[in-house]
């Protein structure tokens, strides 16, 4: 009886360096999305709302195809995707048409909230003499006024969060680095 020799097929490793240049693609893109939210957030709450209404309607308008596809083909009349269809694009430009007015009632809703902790936070702190959560409610009522009269603060907040969220990427990534060699 004759013995076969058998080989492993081991997979290639891939460079150490190709890998570690695709990492940096993760905080080089979040420095760039965080500088845009930062400098540019009017455009950018404009450009979430017109993209969430295009969606909307996109998928609208799949559904209307769809119900007529299966009305065509299979003699099949689902009136749930011919209400969906129609109500998705309804609303699709219901978004595109009050984008500016929605990012106001969420600008004020969000304020409302960070006001009304900050003054439960404030009476609480009152109530047992703890200073530190008397600042904390006095930061919060500051934070909750200026959400509601400074426009588009949140995205400037998240655009500030994500440029810092790059920076303690890159100093990770340098220090892995530097350990390596």
Same mark, same amino acid.
Do not use: C, H, W
């Given at each position: 009886? #004759?013995?076969?020799?058998? +080989? ?5 490793k #891939?460079?150490?360096?190709? +890998? ?16 845009? $939210? ?9 450009? /979430?709302?017109? @993209? ?25 009349e689902?009136?749930? #995707?011919?209400?969906?269809? *129609? ?16 990012? *106001? ?13 900050? $003054?439960?936070?404030?009476?609480l ?6 200073? /530190? +959560?008397l ?13 509601i ?15 810092? @969220?790059? /920076?303690?990427?890159?100093?990770? $990534? $340098?220090? *892995?680095? @530097? *350990?390596?060699?």
């Open positions: 009886m #004759k013995e076969e020799k058998t +080989t492993l097929i081991k997979p290639k #891939k460079k150490e360096k190709e +890998t570690d240049n695709l990492k940096i693609l993760g905080p080089i893109l979040m420095l760039i999305l965080g500088i845009i $939210l930062l400098t540019n957030s009017s455009k950018a709450v404009i450009i /979430v709302f017109y @993209s969430i209404g295009a969606v909307f309607i996109l998928t609208g308008i799949f559904n209307l195809i769809r119900y007529y596809q299966l009305k065509k083909e299979m003699n099949i689902d009136n749930s #995707k011919l209400v969906l269809g *129609t109500s998705m694009i309804f609303i699709g430009v219901l978004i595109l048409i009050l984008s500016g007015a929605i990012e *106001t009632f969420l600008r004020f809703i969000i304020g409302i909230i960070l006001i009304y902790n900050g $003054l439960k936070n404030a009476i702190s009152l109530n047992t003499k703890n200073y /530190v +959560t600042i904390i409610g006095i930061a919060l009522i500051s934070m909750g006024l200026y959400t009269l400074a426009e588009n603060i949140i995205f400037q907040i998240v655009g500030v969060l994500l440029i810092i @969220s790059s /920076v303690v990427d890159f100093i990770g $990534l $340098l220090s *892995t680095r @530097s *350990t390596k060699k």
